[in-house]
């Protein structure tokens, strides 16, 4: 089944320290892109990758890090969490820039 | 700043009865523009899509009208379903391949 996976779902973590949201895709779709959700707001793109190596910022990438070392995943890097990086937040992939892009399921992330 | 401006925030729509959400941009390197459905705890999801060379594209009970000098573009939901009641945006392409999003519109269809 083709899709794009993410995890974890939830997570609950302190304020500095880091973690990782893996997302993977299984369909050889070379670009891939980081949302965050927040209400009244919709989905603003976090970072984008157009190829492996590739990786370019978003409208909003303070206090995020990415990486793209293998075309099928794409990791979301928080080095020092902060309360105001509490969303909900989604890994997107498509075969290429004008296609149609694919969801993950979402990590609902808080920091306290 | 939010690049591509969506409204309603929110409607209630009888079952049978038509849903109207409406897009407006600014940025006129945008060339692609599809919509997309969110149920509650799920990633959003396409709907429907369409390119500015086209004023009008229909599936099934879904139609977007695309007005390209006035940069606006819309979603009309025909004979509104309570399954249809989920969360719609709007949403632009540039060709770099940024995805801009409208906020949202939480459509509650009631039976």
């Known amino acids: 089944e083709a899709q794009v996976t993410q995890n974890p779902r939830y997570l609950i973590t302190v304020t500095g320290k880091k973690l990782t949201v893996t997302c993977s895709q299984n369909?050889?779709?070379?670009?891939m892109s980081w949302y965050r959700q927040d209400p009244g707001l919709g989905l603003r793109q976090i970072y984008y990758?157009?190829?492996?190596?590739?990786?370019d910022k978003g409208d909003v990438p303070e206090g995020y890090k990415v990486s793209r070392k293998e075309k099928r995943n794409f990791p979301l890097i928080l080095e020092s969490p902060s309360p105001n990086q509490t969303s909900l937040y989604f890994c997107?992939?498509?075969?290429?820039?004008?296609?149609?892009?694919?969801f993950g399921q979402g990590t609902r992330l808080t920091v306290v | 700043q939010q690049q591509v401006k969506q409204s309603p925030q929110s409607l209630i729509v009888q079952k049978g009865g038509i849903s109207i959400i409406n897009c407006a941009y600014e940025?006129?390197?945008?060339?692609?523009f599809p919509w997309y459905q969110q149920f509650p705890g799920k990633g959003p999801a396409l709907l429907i899509a369409?390119?500015?060379?086209?004023s009008e594209k229909k599936e099934g009970r879904f139609t977007i009208s695309f007005n390209k000098s006035a940069k606006q573009f819309s979603l009309h939901i025909m004979d509104s379903q309570p399954g249809d009641s989920a969360t719609y945006f709007c949403?632009?392409?540039?060709?770099?391949?940024?995805?801009?999003f409208g906020a949202g519109t939480q459509v509650v269809v009631t039976p």
């Open positions: 990758s157009m190829n492996v190596e590739v990786t």
């Open positions: 369409i390119r500015p060379d086209v």
């Open positions: 997107a992939s498509r075969l290429e820039v004008n296609t149609e892009a694919f």
């Open positions: 949403a632009a392409f540039d060709s770099w391949g940024k995805l801009q």
């Open positions: 369909m050889n779709h070379e670009y």
């Open positions: 940025n006129t390197a945008f060339d692609y």
